[in-house]
T-cell receptor, first 116, second 115 residues
């Protein structure tokens, strides 16, 4: 079964609104989680590394004030897309290692965001 | 934003044939590699991984080969089935051990299995 879950699986919102996406590790703790964005027919692009109890680390070109990440517990990281615009429409996916310090990451099912 | 007209490389095979999907990685410091399978509308699913101290690893119906000299990775799928149809991504990690490190994904290959 799935080891990483995401909620919601899809969301449609109006331009200018904010959307929160949750990523949960199931039956294991994850001090580190990763957030990716994927446009149609393209690869996964890492957006940021979510660190439990500290600030997220953003990849170059990703606006930290637009994509707010909070990792308040060992099983939950949230990504909030603030003031969403149509160009933010994408497939957002999170991942986590089953065991901290290991390299194998397991991915959530993804969240399809459509901004009208 | 989205790139109009972008198409994934496609590999079309007959059911029952063997498939070989190739990947060139960029960072010579990468020492851990993973293959993922992604079906439409879903998150990537782990298939098999390999460390840089190995050049071959086998799983159930899958084999990964690593050639560090030319920075090349391949995934071989034996007796390909219609359920294998998906996009396959290779990913590299530039570090082993310690804190979990981020993955860098390749462009992906669409495997289309013809019945």
């Amino acid at each position: 079964g799935a080891v990483v879950s995401q909620h919601p699986s899809w969301v449609i919102c109006k331009s200018g609104t904010s959307v929160k996406i949750e990523c949960r590790s199931l039956d294991f703790q994850a001090t580190t989680m990763f957030w990716y964005r994927q446009f149609p027919k393209q690869s996964l692009m890492l957006m940021a590394t979510s660190n439990e109890g500290s600030k997220a680390t953003y990849e170059q070109g990703v606006e930290k004030d637009k994509f707010l990440i909070n990792h308040a517990s060992l099983t939950l990281s949230t990504l909030t897309v603030t003031s969403a615009h149509p160009e933010d429409s994408s497939f957002y996916i999170c991942s986590a290692p089953l065991q901290e310090g290991t390299d194998t990451q397991y991915f959530g099912p993804g969240t399809r965001l459509t901004v009208l | 934003g989205e790139s109009v007209g972008l198409h994934l490389p496609t590999l079309s095979v007959q059911e029952g044939d063997n498939s070989i999907i190739n990947c060139a990685y960029s960072n010579s410091a990468s020492d851990y590699f993973i293959w993922y399978k992604q079906e439409s509308g879903k998150g990537p699913q782990f298939i098999i991984d390999i460390r840089s101290n190995m050049d071959k690893r086998q799983g159930q119906r899958v084999t990964v080969l690593l050639n560090k000299t030319v920075k090349h990775l391949s995934l071989q799928i034996a007796a390909t089935q219609p359920g294998d149809s998906a996009v396959y991504f290779c990913a590299e990690s530039p570090h082993y051990g310690g804190a979990t490190n981020k993955l860098i994904f390749g462009t992906g290959t669409l495997l289309a299995v013809q019945p």
